[in-house]
């Protein structure tokens, strides 16, 4: 369906590129908002997504490179304007744990392994899309969701020890990992420890005294 002038409607085309289909009628008024909110985003996003490459075993300039894609074509194709794009903690941790072992200790085989992941991971989504089989997450019963995000808490802070304690970790299990920590608790850094706690009662502190602050 088409308008007067040739205009494809938003129920045509335009529906597959929605950001388009505002770009083509944005406003200038809306342009210092947009560019707070950018600031805002970019604030928090930049030093994440280097945090969760980390995590998945990748360098942090590859969260960088990956964000830039995802914010790019999200701009053009996303449907909602609320909508947080970037990584997040559950995937860049089994990521690790998927490609660690087949890695073999092999950085660029890791690199490699970890793009082919996300190649196809990202090929079933859009199968799962094309094919409308969103309705299975809601065959997800809440305490298995629940054990899930507990057990991928337990995982992440399993993975972080070395980092905020200087305790070397060694293992491709929780269970080894948490064993050779409590052995080399005797190598304990005290200044990485003292910063890791000082920075995690900030945010705590922070989180109680400005509770309306914006956070994502």
Known sequence: ?????????????????PG???????????????????IAVAAYLIPQVMAYAEVAGLP?????????????????LGSSRQLSVGPESTTALMTAVIVAPLAAGDPARYAALAAALALVVGGLCLVAWLARLGFLADLLSKPV????????????????LEKVTGVPVSGDEVVPQ?????????GVHVPTVLLAT??????????HRFPGRPRR
């Not at 289909?21 to 200038?28: A, F, K, M, N, V």
């Open 145 to 160: 969701l629940v054990g899930y995000l507990a057990g991928i808490a337990v995982l992440m802070i399993v993975s972080q």
């Open 198 to 207: 000082g920075v995690l009662v900030l945010l705590l502190v922070v989180q």
């Open 60 to 76: 942090p300039v590859v969260g960088l490179w990956a964000i830039s894609a995802a914010l790019l074509v999200y701009a053009f």
């Open 20 to 38: 388009l289909h505002r770009l083509r009628h944005y406003e200038r008024a809306w342009l210092r908002p947009d560019v707070f909110s950018g």
């Open 178 to 186: 948490v064993r050779s920590f409590i052995e080399g608790l005797d």
């Open 1 to 17: 369906m088409t308008r007067a002038g040739g205009d494809l409607s938003t129920d045509g085309a335009w529906r597959f590129a």
